[in-house]
């Protein structure tokens, strides 16, 4: 039996940070692995694949590009493009396209807009075309209550653009 679990590391130096964006993907039934560092990180991948990687910009020692470098390396030697998210504070929202000129597949905000990270999910983590012609086409849609307390501020350029994409029929997340 193919084991289909879905697998995503979280790489941030702040135990709070990890446990938010563990708390949201559980939301969506997705399993997490979470670390506090570049090497951590790296040596964890060394060991298991994951399907996408929220990957914090600003840590101490080997900070968020260098570890993309570094996994970009060993992604190729695997022969797998895994998506790499970079996360970061407000104040990096105005370098997103440098953090996608560096090789980031993308680009959150913290704090972490459940509704972002949930477009990050479902463009990212979907299923591939000929999958999505065969499976049912139910939408997993998140309940009103979650989107209750969520700040509305206004979303990142990245997420604008993510709107701009056609939505996948289904997901293998939720």
Known sequence: MKDTAIRVLIVDDMQLNRTVLASLLISH????????????????????????????????????????????????????????????????????????????????????????????????LSEPEEEEEQADEEVHDLPSAYFEKTSKRAPTRSATERQRKKKPKSCRCG
Do not use: W
């Open 29 to 124: 039934g997705i399993m997490s692995d979470q670390v506090e560092s570049g090497k951590e990180c790296l040596a964890l991948c060394e060991e298991k694949d994951y399907d996408l990687i929220l990957l914090d910009h600003r840590m101490p020692e080997l900070d968020g590009v260098d570890t993309l470098v570094r996994l970009k390396e060993l992604f190729a030697r695997r022969g797998r493009d895994i998506p790499v998210i970079c996360h970061t504070t407000e104040e990096g929202r105005k370098n997103i396209n440098l953090y996608k000129a560096a090789g980031f597949t993308d680009v959150l905000i913290k704090p972490v807009d459940p509704r972002e990270l949930f477009d990050i999910l479902m463009q990212y």
